[in-house]
């Protein structure tokens, strides 16, 4: 009989854990204390996530964490309170129960989203897109990095799972790389060709592959008549073009008419235009070149014209300064 004294005393059974903690012959009060010690004090400390050296913390009282003591107490002494008679054959054999009971934890879900977007704004590195720019008349190749991206839904899943466990441990945020829509390789094949123009040296350059391929002097726009600064394309290649004359008042009586490839036709050889009228060309005023003497567009001389033109695929850039 004091098997069965023992089994029936209100004490929790040999064996019965509750979240790992072990409650086995403690009356209720006593099981209640050691959880609060050994359960929910650990639970009380903050989930941390790290990367990139940087740590974020989500503290218990901001993702409003709670644990039933009581309902899990509960569980316990019932299931101490099996068979009676098995109850006193575990007491006089000396058997234990084994049963982990779970403790309830209730948290907020969306404290947890906050947290992990908070993360994310902090760890999130946009990808870098490879460019063009030009330092004056040098093109230079930018290229591309890739990026960085938290993996929310997979870090939501760890920081919720954390939650519920005491023994936690700092946790890496899991991420993805985010790759660049521009790379280096498409822009070296897109800028195989770019032509710059210097208004103040009135030289132009072309490069391949951005390297220096050769020099050109040349004519660019007078005063008042400046050839336009900005980085165009090459839109229009013709060989002997005619002359389309603009509807501006320096062209006098010609204005608005077309001049055919010929002797009266000061665009000679070859044409390349890149914006609004404005063009390369070649010209038979071989002494205006070296110097601002057109009305916008870049002039050279016809056995200059004709090589670059052979250079400069349609769709070139063109930068001019």
């Not at 946790?171 to 993805?176: D, I, N, W």
Request: glycine share 8%; charged share 25%; hydrophobic share 35%.
């Amino acid at each position: 009989m004091a098997g069965l004294h023992a089994a029936t005393s209100g004490k929790i059974a040999e064996g019965v854990h509750v979240g790992d903690v072990d409650l086995g012959g403690l009356t209720p009060e006593q099981a209640k204390a050691r959880l609060e010690t050994d359960y929910l004090a650990p639970l009380q400390q903050p989930v941390v996530v790290e990367r990139r050296g940087k740590r974020f913390q989500l503290s218990a009282k901001e993702a409003k964490v709670s644990a039933d003591l009581d309902a899990a107490v509960g569980v316990a002494v019932k299931a101490s309170e099996s068979d009676a008679f098995s109850s006193a054959w575990r007491t006089v054999s000396g058997t234990k129960l084994d049963e982990n009971i779970p403790v309830p934890v209730t948290y907020s879900d969306d404290a947890v989203l906050r947290f992990v977007d908070r993360v994310r704004r902090n760890i999130d590195r946009a990808p870098k897109e490879a460019s063009v720019t030009f330092s004056k008349t040098q093109p230079i190749l930018k290229g591309s990095q890739t990026g960085m991206a938290v993996d929310r839904p997979k870090l939501r899943k760890l920081v919720a799972a954390a939650v519920d466990e005491p023994t936690r441990q700092p946790m890496l945020v899991p991420v993805r790389t985010t790759k660049p829509k521009s790379t280096e390789s498409a822009l070296k094949k897109q800028h195989g060709t770019i032509i710059t123009v210097d208004r103040t040296t009135n030289e132009l350059r072309l490069f391949k592959n951005f390297k220096l391929a050769k020099k050109y002097r040349v004519a660019v726009g007078a005063q008042g008549h400046e050839t336009p600064a900005g980085t165009y394309t090459i839109n229009d290649k013709q060989v002997n073009p005619s002359w389309h004359v603009p509807l501006s008042d320096w062209a006098g009586s010609l204005a608005g008419t077309v001049v055919p490839p010929g002797p009266s036709n000061p665009i000679k050889a070859r044409w390349m235009g890149f914006f609004d009228g404005a063009g390369i060309h070649g010209t038979s005023d071989r002494g205006s070149i070296g110097s601002p003497a057109s009305h916008g567009c870049v002039r050279m001389l016809e056995e200059d014209v004709i090589d670059l033109y052979d250079r400069v695929p349609q769709g070139s850039t063109i930068h001019v300064v």
